[in-house]
């Protein structure tokens, strides 16, 4: 059974910082994507950075490019995604997803994600 476990959420001002972690257990594809989603309140939830489980491939959203890294150490079985320059638009929870195996990691196909956590809250306030 597979399971997603996110950490590092929180609250933090404008500008700062904050580090997420997901931890997968029984999760053993060898060509499969994993990935953080958001969905702030009244909106629906959006791809955020995906990677392949092989570390190589990246992808991003427009809004956190240059502000957000997507990162996987395959020996603990974990991803995760440093944000940086936080903004009041990035609140939201954030989900940690994963899909079954698949050759190509697609950002914006949540349906492509078998797997999902339980969520973490970011806060960024002004």
């Known amino acids: 059974q597979v399971q997603l476990v996110e950490s590092g959420g929180g609250s933090v001002q404008a500008g700062g910082s904050l580090r997420l972690s997901c931890a997968a257990s029984?999760?053993?594809?060898?060509?499969?994507?994993m990935g953080w989603f958001r969905q702030a309140p009244g909106k629906e939830r959006e791809g955020v950075a995906v990677?392949?489980?092989?570390?190589?491939?990246?992808y991003y959203t427009d809004s956190v490019k240059g502000r957000f890294t997507i990162s996987r150490d395959i020996a603990k079985n974990t991803v995760y995604l440093q944000m940086n320059s936080l903004k009041p638009e990035d609140t939201a929870m954030y989900y940690c997803?994963?899909?079954?195996?698949?050759?190509?990691?697609?950002?914006?196909?949540?349906?492509?994600?078998?797997?999902w956590g339980q969520g973490t809250q970011v806060t960024v306030s002004s």
């Open positions: 029984g999760y053993t594809y060898s060509r499969a994507c």
């Open positions: 990677i392949s489980v092989d570390g190589i491939s990246t």
């Open positions: 997803a994963a899909t079954r195996f698949r050759y190509s990691c697609r950002i914006g196909y949540l349906s492509d994600y078998n797997y």
